[in-house]
């Protein structure tokens, strides 16, 4: 099946520095990856769209001066978190879709845990 | 506003024991709709989904789910629950037509006891 690989899984940083978070999609193209960000006990909440070759839209209430997202080529987006801070410490989780918009599904990546100390 | 609500956090249920997590939407029609699980620290796997057709839709680990449009639900069952299912578990839904911006419900952790 279609594969999403994140990477680093662990990361752990100092305040104030910047982490930059990879996905990729290992099997297939994905010009539309999601950025997801999950709390302690929390669900799953939308931060950002990556689009290929053009700009990030960005949930309401989500920095884009803060997260920074690239979608550099049809396999590979990046989310730096910039500056990050202790509040910026959580769950990132990435997603692709495989096929056509009208009936395709979700491809996760195994997401990444960030701390900042 | 699109909403999905899982109104049980946590579940705990015997190991053999039928399953039952329930699932309620909120959409302007019909959407997508998804159930996925997700172990501890890793990302989520799809158990199903249902776009259209058949309204009880089977899915992966003997998991389904029966979408019921009266009362805007989408419950994931399954028979007999082994402890390898315990996880927590997520209803999700997306406009038909698209999945891009696909609202996920609270989760339900499940426990299984022996």
């Known amino acids: 099946g279609a594969v999403v690989s994140q990477h680093p899984s662990w990361v752990i940083c100092k305040s104030g520095t910047s982490v930059k978070i990879e996905c990729r999609s290992l099997?297939?193209?994905?010009?539309?990856m999601f950025w997801y960000r999950q709390f302690p006990k929390q669900s799953l909440m939308l931060m950002a769209t990556?689009?290929?070759?053009?700009?990030?839209?960005?949930e309401q209430g989500v920095e884009k001066d803060k997260f920074l997202i690239n979608h550099a080529s049809l396999t590979l987006s990046t989310l730096t978190v910039t500056s990050a801070h202790p509040e910026d410490s959580s769950f990132y989780i990435c997603?692709?879709?495989?096929?056509?918009?009208?009936?395709?599904?979700?491809?996760f990546g195994e997401g990444s845990r960030l701390t900042v100390l | 506003a699109q909403s999905v609500t899982q109104p049980d956090i946590h579940i705990t249920v015997s190991e053999g024991a039928s399953l039952e997590l329930r699932c309620n939407y909120s959409?302007?029609?019909?959407?997508?709709l998804f159930w996925y699980v997700q172990s501890p620290g890793q990302g989520l796997q799809l158990l199903l989904k249902?776009?259209?057709?058949?309204?009880l839709v089977q899915g992966i680990k003997g998991f389904e789910a029966e979408f019921k449009r009266s009362q805007s639900s989408f419950n994931l069952r399954k028979p007999s629950v082994h402890w390898s299912d315990a996880a927590e578990y997520f209803c999700?839904?997306?406009?038909?037509?698209?999945?891009?911006?696909?609202?996920f419900g609270t989760g339900t952790k499940l426990q299984v006891i022996p």
């Open positions: 997603s692709a879709p495989k096929g056509p918009t009208s009936g395709g599904e979700l491809f």
């Open positions: 249902y776009f259209s057709g058949d309204t």
């Open positions: 959409y302007g029609a019909t959407p997508y």
């Open positions: 099997d297939f193209q994905a010009t539309t």
């Open positions: 990556s689009n290929e070759g053009s700009k990030a839209t960005y």
């Open positions: 999700a839904a997306a406009n038909s037509g698209g999945y891009q911006k696909v609202t």
